[in-house]
């Protein structure tokens, strides 16, 4: 399968997404955000950094860079997209995902391990992971706290695009697990088309067990087997 992954200026988790994916046998390269095409690729990755400096708002001025637009149209059409962290908020400037970004509750910034709790299975991204299956992953953010209106809060948990929660190592949905304020403890979700995702933790910083946690490593399996499925 062909990863590719996005890379802007102050992007700093662009080689890290490289590195995961291809950890895993597959192919990923790198596209600048002046390029027009992502040529032949089968998914796409918006990673994590500081895209423009975070100037104005997080992603509000990468979503207006030339690759976006294929992304965009290639979003519509059905091609599979990640956004992790600075990823996740350019995909909800860029309209691909519903919600905001807005400042952690705490008003610091946040960098530490956290507990994820799978709340969908059969997600594109969440393949091979049991409902209620705890993950640990890190995050490292100013501006991850989840905010959606009340409408469409009740859609997203309607329709099942609430992936993932922050939970206690318990399992439990708790204030105490929040680390940034998101909404209902929300740290990922999908689009209605269920092939765009966005989650403010980092799972290609904890895809192999140098690094404390291999629990990443299975949102990118889960990806390259939705589209091995969707290839026979």
């Known amino acids: 399968m ?4 996005l890379q802007f200026p102050a992007s700093n988790c662009d080689q ?5 994916v291809r950890l895993l046998g597959h192919s990923a390269r790198l596209v600048w955000h002046k390029d027009a095409s992502l040529g032949d690729t089968d998914c796409v990755i918006v990673p994590g950094g500081f895209s423009y400096g975070d100037y104005l708002r997080c992603g509000a001025i990468a979503r207006f860079s030339p690759i976006m637009k294929t992304v965009i149209s290639d979003a519509r ?3 599979l997209v990640l956004g992790t962290c600075n990823g996740f908020q350019v ?3 860029a309209g691909l995902l519903p919600g905001a970004l807005v400042r952690n509750r705490s008003l610091r910034f946040v960098c530490e391990m956290v507990t994820l709790r799978v709340e969908v299975p059969d997600s594109l991204f969440t393949h ?3 409902e209620g299956t705890l993950l640990r992953m890190p995050i490292a953010h100013g501006e991850g ?3 959606a209106d009340d409408k469409t809060l009740h859609d997203l948990n309607h329709n099942r695009q609430v992936i993932m929660r922050y939970a206690d190592d318990r399992g439990r949905i ?3 697990a929040n680390p940034n304020g998101s909404i209902e403890n929300i740290a990922g979700i999908c689009n209605e088309g269920r092939n765009v995702m966005g989650m403010m933790p980092h799972p290609d910083r904890c895809s192999e067990t140098l690094l404390g946690s291999v629990d990443g490593a299975k949102i990118f399996k889960s990806m390259a087997t939705a589209l091995v499925s969707a290839a026979r």
């Not at 062909?2 to 992954?5: A, Y």
Request: aromatic share 12%; with cysteine.
């Open 145 to 147: 706290c989840y905010f």
């Open 2 to 5: 062909n990863f590719s992954v």
């Open 174 to 176: 708790i204030p105490e």
């Open 77 to 79: 059409a059905g091609k």
């Open 91 to 93: 995909l909800c400037e």
């Open 128 to 130: 091979g992971c049991p």
């Open 16 to 20: 890290d997404a490289v590195h995961a």
